[in-house]
């Protein structure tokens, strides 16, 4: 099975734009996980999209937004984009959501450059 | 409130030696327990996971780790370190609610 691929791979933006990034999951999985990464702040949980909900949210502003398509692929959206929001952007997929025994498989990440 | 410590930033281990890396937790009700390895520019890579049973869990690449609920600990273990061992590894705790903690990241480094 392919692994959980993640688009664009690196991304440059400056204050005030913003950005998207995409999400595809393991196949058979329904559950996305979003995860910021940071040297300061290290893994921090942003949100989880379920069938098409979000299920779970972290403690990140509104700027911070997502959302899951039928087939499952996620996308999340930064608006109004800070210097801080330079970050590894993670997602991770996992069978179901709610069950915390099933194990989350990232995808390689999106390395978001703000200047 | 969960959370979950590595007390060490970075683990200096030399190749051959046996090693430890250390993670404490605390969570109500049961833990969920998780290892991940990330090599540089690269994503996380799932190790090995206590959901419940035998406390000592083996998982990929030869690592095992030890769940001690008196001690609250789940430290991640390898008999004979490589030097592509080297990565940063975190410790995480999920809960039904859907909420996950990791840790802060340690740093191994195995010399040769």
């Known amino acids: 099975k392919a692994g959980v691929t993640q688009t664009p791979r690196y991304l440059i933006k400056t204050r005030g734009q913003q950005v998207t990034l995409s999400c595809s999951p393991i196949s058979g999985h329904r559950s996305v996980s979003w995860y910021q990464q940071t040297p300061g702040q290290g893994l921090q949980f942003l949100f989880e999209y379920f069938s098409e909900t979000q299920r779970n949210k972290g403690n990140f502003p509104g700027r911070f937004s997502g959302r899951q398509f039928s087939n499952s692929r996620s996308e999340m959206n930064v608006s109004t984009l800070e210097l801080g929001d330079s970050a590894l952007y993670l997602c991770?997929?996992?069978?179901?959501?709610?069950?915390?025994?099933?194990?989350?498989?990232f995808g390689p990440g999106t390395r978001l450059t703000v200047l | 409130a969960q959370s979950v410590a590595q007390p060490e930033d970075q683990v200096n281990v030399a190749e051959g030696n046996p090693l430890t890396v250390k993670c404490t937790y605390s969570?109500?009700?049961?833990?969920?327990l998780f290892w991940y390895v990330q090599y540089p520019n690269r994503g996380l890579q799932f190790l090995l996971k206590y959901i419940t049973g035998d406390n000592l869990v083996k998982g990929s690449y030869g690592f095992e780790a030890e769940f001690n609920k008196s001690q609250t600990s789940f430290h991640l273990k390898k008999p004979s370190a490589l030097v592509s061992d080297s990565a940063l590894y975190f410790c995480a705790v999920f809960t039904n609610a859907g909420k996950s903690t990791f840790g802060d990241g340690t740093t191994l480094t195995v010399k040769p």
């Open positions: 991770a997929s996992s069978l179901e959501s709610g069950r915390a025994g099933d194990t989350q498989y």
């Open positions: 969570v109500s009700g049961n833990p969920y």
